[in-house]
């Protein structure tokens, strides 16, 4: 017989709880395949899990570059803000994260029209809703990046940066990360040879830039016992 630790049954339980979500979310499928996973493999709790958008999903080797930080990869390709909010109870909370590493927001400044409050209050709204079951969770919000696609939202992209930077200030359980800044070159502009050909999404060339600015961040707040 198969004995599974006590971790591994409450999280087995908390994803059998938490399949519930509308068929008609454009998320669905890729929710399930990570809570299929999960019971397949019964990931430890209290680690790091990293959500967002695509930049996060496609960070094939954010596991390893974080090594040996137990850091989990629940990112889904064009999540917005609203789409993370309603990912809280099916792939954040099962894992009762001490720390989550969020990227979400790219995807709600698109063009120069866009309103910079939504990503702003997006995030707040993530952080109230996930703090009511895991009160001590700490939050690592990364920088929006620049992308040679989203020239003109990029403006914006600052705005909410420079806002960001002073709401995690604010509060000891946040921590700002300026990733966005490592992908400009002299002038300011972002490098089109770190993307793509879609020019929105990175290369390896670009997450190798973040990894060195991100991973000292994470062990600093490991070592200290964040998120207990």
């Not at 198969?2 to 890729?30: D, Q």
């Not at 929710?31 to 493999?41: E, F, G, L």
Request: charged share 20%; proline share 7%.
């Amino acid at each position: 017989m198969r004995f599974l630790t006590l971790a591994s049954l409450v999280f087995s339980l908390c994803c059998t709880i938490t399949v519930g979500f509308t068929a008609e979310n454009r998320f669905a499928k890729e929710w399930r395949a990570y809570q299929t996973w999960d019971k397949a493999n019964n990931p430890a709790t209290d680690g790091i899990i990293a959500i967002g958008s695509s930049t996060i999903r496609m960070w094939s080797t954010l596991t390893q570059d974080m090594a040996p930080l137990p850091v989990l990869n629940r990112g889904f390709g064009g999540a917005k803000v609203a789409d993370a909010l309603e990912a809280i109870p099916f792939i954040v909370l099962p894992y009762k994260p001490r720390i989550i590493v969020y990227y979400v927001g790219d995807n709600d400044l698109q063009n120069a029209e866009a309103d910079i409050n939504k990503p702003i209050e997006g995030f707040t709204s993530f952080v109230t809703e996930v703090r009511k079951t895991l009160p001590k969770v700490h939050f690592v919000y990364l920088s929006i990046k620049p992308s040679p696609k989203r020239t003109d939202a990029w403006p914006k992209a600052q705005q909410v940066n420079a806002q960001m930077a002073k709401y995690c200030a604010a509060d000891p359980a946040m921590t700002f990360v300026d990733v966005g800044s490592t992908l400009l070159d002299a002038k300011g502009v972002a490098e089109p040879s770190l993307y793509k050909e879609d020019n929105l999404h990175m290369l390896p060339t670009g997450y190798a830039r973040w990894t060195p600015v991100l991973k000292p961040v994470l062990e600093k707040l490991w070592a200290a016992g964040a998120g207990k």
